[in-house]
C-alpha cells in the first residue's frame, strides 16, 4: 500500500489562504450582483408602474417622493427621492439585464411577463459594448451608479471596459473619470500606449474592502456607523473627545458617531455631531490626524450646508462645524462660522462653545497617551 503523501506546514498556509482569497472573493461577488439586480429592480418596477400603472396620473411628478416616503416608513434603506431616481436611470441605462433577472428571479418580474425580440437579441450597436452579465458579475452597484452619471454612451462604454478590465476600485473609476482619462486617451496620439500606462497604475478592487460599500451594509442589514473605516487611534480618539465634550456640559448632547450623509450619488461620513440646547443648533465635529490642509475646511464646510439644508428645522440656528487637526504635536481647531450674519450670535456661540485652548490641551494630552 502506498503511503499517504506528507505535506508541509507552509503547505497548509499557502492552503488556507488561497481558500480564504477565493472564497472571500465568490462571497463578494453575490453580495454585488445581488445589490445590483435589487436597484434595478426597483427602477424596472418604477418605470413599468409610469407606464402602465392604473392610478399613475394621480402622482405624476410626485410619483418618487410618494414612493420614497412610503418604503423609508417600511423601514427599508436606500430608497431616498435621489436614489429612487438612480434606480430608474440603471434600468433605462441597462435594459439588458432583464435577461439576468428573467432567467434568475422571474418570479419577482409581473405575471405573465416575457422578453421582447430586441432584449433577446440586442441590436447590433449594442453588441458593441460589454455583457452586462460580465460587468454584474465583476462591478458593484457604486460602479454603476458612476457609469449612470455619464451622459454620453460611448464614454460610458469605454470606462465599463477600462473597468472591466483592471479590476478598478470605485475611487480609482472616479478618479479616472475626473482626470478625463476617456478625452486624454482620444486625442492622444497612441491610444493603446495611453490606456496601457494608464492601467499599469490603477487602484485595484480588493473583495474585503470592496464589501464595506455603504450600499452593501444597509442591504446586508448592518449599522452605518458599522461601517466607518477609522483607524485604531482615530476611533480610540474619537471615544475620548466624545466623552470629553460631554463631561464640559454647556448644553451639548450628542446625536450621532459617524453619522452617514448622502450627497448626490456619494456618501459620506461626519465624524461627531451634537445638538446644543442653549444655542439650538447642530455642532459637527470632524477629527483629521496629520497636517492640516484647506481641503480639510472645505469638507467640513461641505457637511455644515448639507446640515444646513437638510437637517436645520423651526427654531435652530445654523449648524457649526468644529475641525480638530494634528499638526506637528499641536492641535489646530477651526470654527467654521460661515453664514452666520449676526454679529451677536456669534459671540454667543463663542461663549458657549469650549475655548480653543481647552480642546488644543485636550487634544494633545490624548494623542500623547495613544501614541
Known sequence: ????????????????????????????????????????????????????????????????????????????????????????????????????????????????????????????????????????????????????ELGDDLKRSFYELQCSRGHWSVRELKRQISSLF????????????????????????????????????????????????????????????????LELGHGFCFEARQKRILIGYEHFFVDLVFYHRILKCHVLIELKLGDFTHEHIGQLNTYVTWYKRHMMTDGDNPPVGILLCNQKNQALVEYALAGLDNDLFVSKYLLELPSKEIIQRFLDQTLKEQS
Open 182 to 245: 476617456f478625452e486624454r486617451t482620444a486625442v492622444s496620439g497612441d491610444m493603446k500606449k495611453m490606456v496601457e500606462t494608464v492601467q499599469a497604475n490603477t487602484e485595484h478592487i480588493l473583495p474585503k474592502l470592496e464589501i464595506r460599500d455603504p450600499y452593501i451594509f444597509e442591504f446586508l442589514g448592518i449599522k452605518p456607523s458599522e461601517s466607518a473605516t477609522e483607524t485604531a487611534v482615530e476611533h480610540g480618539l474619537l471615544e475620548k473627545i466624545q466623552d470629553f465634550i
Open 1 to 148: 500500500m502506498k503511503p499517504a503523501q506528507t505535506i508541509s506546514f507552509e503547505f497548509i498556509v499557502s492552503s488556507i489562504v488561497d481558500a480564504d482569497k477565493e472564497l472571500s472573493l465568490q462571497a463578494t461577488r453575490a453580495v454585488n450582483v445581488s445589490l445590483t439586480l435589487r436597484n434595478w429592480l426597483i427602477g424596472f418596477y418604477i418605470a413599468e408602474f409610469e407606464l402602465r400603472g392604473e392610478n399613475r396620473a394621480a402622482y405624476g411628478e410626485k410619483l418618487l417622493s410618494a414612493l420614497s416616503e412610503r418604503l423609508i416608513s417600511l423601514k427599508m434603506s436606500n430608497v431616498g427621492h435621489r436614489q429612487l431616481y438612480n434606480y430608474r436611470s440603471l434600468y433605462r441605462t441597462y435594459p439588458q439585464i432583464i435577461q439576468t433577472v428573467f432567467l434568475q428571479m422571474r418570479h419577482l418580474l409581473p405575471i405573465n411577463f416575457t422578453l421582447t425580440e430586441n432584449q433577446i437579441s440586442p441590436t447590433a450597436s449594442a453588441k458593441l459594448y460589454l455583457d452586462s452579465n460580465v460587468l454584474l458579475k465583476q462591478l458593484s452597484y457604486s460602479h454603476f451608479a458612476l457609469f449612470i
